[in-house]
């Protein structure tokens, strides 16, 4: 008996089709109680840019902090171990 003699192939499926994900978020927001929701208007470059180099700035200083957090949890587990 052979490895491909165990393996059992159901060549008679229908191949799947990929799931689609559900679309984007977009910036939708609900109008006064009638249920309707109404897209807001786009920002500018000056705006999106803004936004891009804010959330940069974020990203770059949690990874300094975690880098740090860590640094200092790798200092602390030496130093148990110096003593």
């Known amino acids: 008996m052979t490895k491909s003699?165990?393996?059992d192939v159901n060549r008679s499926r229908k191949p799947v089709k990929p799931v689609k994900p559900p679309p984007a978020p977009?910036?939708?927001s609900r109008s006064g109680g009638?249920?309707?929701l109404k897209k807001e208007p786009s920002v500018g470059?000056?705006?999106l840019n803004?936004?891009?180099e804010?959330?940069?700035n974020k990203f770059n200083e949690d990874m300094r902090l975690q880098r740090q957090e860590s640094l200092n949890r790798y200092m602390e587990?030496?130093?148990?171990?110096a003593h």
């Open 34 to 36: 009638s249920g309707r």
């Open 54 to 56: 804010a959330f940069i």
């Open 45 to 47: 470059q000056e705006e």
């Open 50 to 52: 803004r936004r891009v």
């Open 26 to 28: 977009s910036k939708l």
């Open 5 to 7: 003699d165990t393996f």
């Open 77 to 81: 587990m030496i130093n148990r171990g």
